[in-house]
């Protein structure tokens, strides 16, 4: 079922996590990053792009935010929300903000 995400304010600290990564095996948490300049996680959709086409998906936008990020400039405050599967939490571990 297609959901909208629900978004926190640009700037807002990232809340405290532990994932597994897909790649390496092990698990990692955002302390594990706390000596970098950033982190982008990012939960990806084999079918993830909005209804009807409107907003094609080309990864521009993530690529001029992280841009942006990264060479100290301001990133664009108008943010559209993804839509697309939820993520589903096990009962009891949702986090603070879900």
Do not use: Y
């Not at 079922?1 to 897909?22: E, I, K, N, W």
């Not at 009807?52 to 690529?63: E, F, M, S, W, Y």
């Amino acid at each position: 079922m297609a959901q909208q995400s629900r978004m926190l304010a640009l700037g807002t600290a990232a809340p405290g996590f532990v994932l597994p990564d897909a790649v390496s095996g092990r698990t990692i948490g955002l302390e594990d990053f706390a000596s970098s300049p950033a982190l982008l996680v990012t939960f990806i959709c084999n079918h993830a792009s909005r209804p009807g086409g409107k907003i094609p998906v080309t990864g521009a936008d993530l690529r001029a935010a992280a841009t942006a990020l990264l060479t100290n400039r301001p990133i664009a405050a108008e943010q559209i929300p993804s839509i697309g599967c939820s993520l589903k939490w096990k009962a009891g571990q949702e986090p603070d903000w879900g």
